[in-house]
């Protein structure tokens, strides 16, 4: 198995190089980003939040914080949109938000605010929004990543065993 890992990092490496020649230009604006974010001690994103940098950065976290922070303000300019529409978010999951609605002008109207945000964030570019899930019918969400039914069995049998658990109605 370590031959195949070897094999992948270098076919990773050939990739990196053949865009670092294709797009010089990225490659020199993410230089001189980092460069500038080491002597100003600081960086932020589009909208000004900052990421203070300690004595001693970690150059791949300057490399990753301009796409990361564009990530957060598309999602922080979405919700704070989002609520001003009266569609309002129930939570904020990672890269997506959580909301319920059984309207399906007001969804639609979501996707765009969500596409709106994240072409304002990107100076026109336009970026790709998705549905991941529709629940219907009094379902509720369920992640069924074998640790997240994991993490919610621990959860439930905590409830349970401090007594919280509510009664069931009719059984006996």
């Not at 010089?24 to 460069?35: C, L, M, T």
Request: proline fraction near 5%; hydrophobic fraction near 40%; charged fraction near 30%.
């Amino acid at each position: 198995m370590r031959g195949a890992s070897t094999v992948i990092r270098l076919i990773a490496s050939e990739i990196i190089q053949l865009h670092k020649r294709r797009y010089p230009r990225f490659w020199q604006w993410r230089a001189d980003a980092v460069q500038a974010a080491m002597f100003d001690r600081r960086i932020e994103s589009k909208y000004g939040w900052p990421l203070r940098i300690t004595h001693s950065p970690n150059k791949r976290t300057l490399y990753n914080f301009p796409p990361q922070s564009g990530g957060a303000e598309m999602l922080r300019l979405g919700t704070v949109r989002l609520v001003e529409a009266d569609i309002v978010p129930i939570m904020l999951i990672h890269d997506g938000i959580l909301f319920e609605e059984t309207e399906a002008e007001k969804i639609e109207h979501a996707i765009e605010i969500m596409r709106g945000a994240g072409r304002d964030v990107c100076d026109g570019f336009e970026i790709g929004v998705d549905l991941d899930k529709r629940i219907e019918g009094g379902d509720r969400y369920r992640d069924d990543r074998p640790m997240a039914k994991k993490m919610w069995a621990t959860i439930m049998d905590t409830i349970e065993a401090i007594g919280a658990m509510p009664e069931k109605k009719g059984v006996a």
